[in-house]
Antibody, heavy 119, light 110 residues
């Protein structure tokens, strides 16, 4: 069974870059059926899709975040990563990595990591 | 990219059936059958309940069912149980809106 695990700092200073990595186990990140995704959820609010990447490196992003987001994939380590630059307090949220089965649904999720933006 | 509209809360007694709605537009919910529903317990990741409007993954109780009419999707929980207390989110994929979630519905079992 596929498992995903987020890792990265839980505290980021305003204007700096938030960086998280998701390690996939139980399946290959090179699977042709999946997109690898980052989703965030501010406390008490709805989930917000950040962006998706295919194992080939092709990616697409939420238009509202596109100018600040980069998602990359490392097939050798079975990992994918999120960089969100110029963060503000509004970026404080639980960040989940997940995968989608094509564009049909979110299949497996990591447990999530709370990232706070504060000086 | 606007959120899908869900009622903030729905409640019911054990054994009853409840239904919650998810209203979008012709660019998302109304554009295809890529509507999914997720159950989220506090402090946990969302869990897939329904995909492609009305299909259940293996392991999900048949008390959960989904439907759609036009730009509105619905999730029904039959035989409500105490363990069904959670937040429920709808989600839609559209060619222009891409992935968008609803605002969430909190289910309370009375």
């Amino acid at each position: 069974q596929m498992q995903l695990q987020e890792s990265g700092p839980g505290l980021v200073k305003p204007s700096e870059t938030l960086s998280l990595t998701c390690t996939v186990s139980g399946d290959s990140i090179s699977s042709t059926s999946y997109y690898w995704v980052w989703v965030r959820q501010p406390p008490g609010k709805r989930p917000e899709w950040i962006g998706s990447i295919y194992y080939t490196g092709g990616s697409y992003y939420n238009p509202s975040l596109k100018s600040r987001v980069t998602i990359s994939v490392d097939r050798t380590r079975n990992q994918f990563s999120l960089n969100l630059n110029s963060v503000t307090a509004a970026d404080t949220a639980v960040y989940f990595c997940a995968n989608t089965y094509y564009s049909n649904y979110f299949d497996s999720w990591g447990q999530g990591v709370l990232v706070s933006v504060s000086s | 990219q606007s959120a899908l509209t869900q009622p903030a809360s729905v409640s019911g007694s054990p054994g009853q059936s409840i239904t919650m709605s998810c209203t979008g537009t012709s660019s998302d919910v109304g554009s295809n059958n890529l509507v999914s529903w997720y159950q989220q317990d506090p402090g946990k990741a969302p869990k897939l309940l329904i995909f492609e409007v009305n299909r259940r993954p293996s392991g999900v109780s048949n008390r959960f069912s989904g439907s759609k009419s036009g730009n509105t999707a619905s999730l029904t929980i039959s035989g409500l149980q105490a363990e069904d207390e959670a937040d429920y989110y709808c989600c839609s994929y559209g060619a222009t809106s891409l992935w968008v979630f609803g605002g969430g519905t909190k289910v309370t079992v009375l």
